[in-house]
Nanobody
Framework: QVQLVESGGGEVQPGGSLKLSCVAS????????MAWYRRAPGKERERVAR????????DYADSVKGRFTFSRDNAKNAVYLQMDDLKPEDTARYYC????????WGQGTQVTVSS
């Protein structure tokens, strides 16, 4: 089973940027569609974005459209989420996953947007 390790989270002020990384091991993910999800305390998990295997198709939740960019580097077995113009409502723990999803998730990476 593929292992996915997320990193790049942190605390930023509103309007700031972060770039999340997700590196895979145990399996080549170049043929897999991938997704980023987030979960804030007391809220349901939300799919933020997804990308096709070749990286030439992406789609985004309305809440992040125009601010987040999903990309991948299949040579590095990794995907990325560039997050710009961050808002307090983007505060959550972010996870990457394959599509279809795995039975268990990794640790995720915490993003906190606060002034």
């Amino acid at each position: 089973q593929v292992q996915l390790v997320e990193s790049g989270g942190g605390e930023v002020q509103p309007g700031g940027s972060l770039k999340l990384s997700c590196v895979a091991s145990g399996r080549d993910i170049s043929s897999a569609a991938m997704a980023w999800y987030r979960r804030a305390p007391g809220k349901e998990r939300e799919r933020v974005a997804r990308i096709n295997p070749s990286g030439d198709y992406t789609d985004y939740a309305d809440s992040v459209k125009g601010r987040f960019t999903f990309s991948r580097d299949n040579a590095k077995n990794a995907v990325y989420l560039q997050m710009d113009d961050l808002k307090p409502e983007d505060t959550a723990r972010y996870y990457c996953d394959t599509i279809p999803g795995r039975p268990t998730w990794g640790q995720g990476t915490q993003v906190t947007v606060s002034s």
